[in-house]
């Protein structure tokens, strides 16, 4: 059994990229797939499908997303942040810039799952999850 749900979300979705496969299959949890529809409206991903499973919560299917002409992916990093031995919380006036604007941040607030961006129009803080760019 593993300790942190999220961070092994983060390696699946690492790991295939760096295999170059096109679709990768992770069990399914509600603060995934909320990570998983950011992660599509950002344009990192292809698509994505909420599948029933004998397990109790399902998987996801993600289609990962390659650069046409490099064959490169589109995603370049994955960072985990919070983790369960050191959460990490940011105050809406104090949400990091990822790449200097050009990654995004995912942030657990009060409101639900979204970006550094949204997080900070809504004037809401929260957990850092994860990086991405």
Do not use: W
């Amino acid at each position: 059994m593993y300790t942190d749900p999220i961070a092994d979300y983060l390696t699946r979705i690492r790991n295939a990229n760096q295999a170059g496969h096109r679709v990768v299959s992770i069990p399914a949890s509600k603060l995934k797939k909320e990570i998983t529809k950011i992660l599509f409206d950002q344009g990192y991903i292809l698509s994505y499908k909420f599948e029933e499973d004998p397990q109790p919560q399902g998987s996801i299917k993600i289609a990962l997303k390659y650069d046409k002409i490099t064959k490169e992916p589109v995603i370049k990093k994955l960072q985990r942040i919070s983790t369960p031995g050191l959460r990490k919380y940011a105050a809406a006036d104090n949400l990091p810039r990822v790449l200097n604007g050009l990654g995004i941040s995912i942030v657990s607030t009060s409101h639900g799952v979204m970006t550094g961006k949204q997080a900070a129009q809504e004037n809401v803080g929260g957990e850092l999850i994860c990086y991405v760019y």
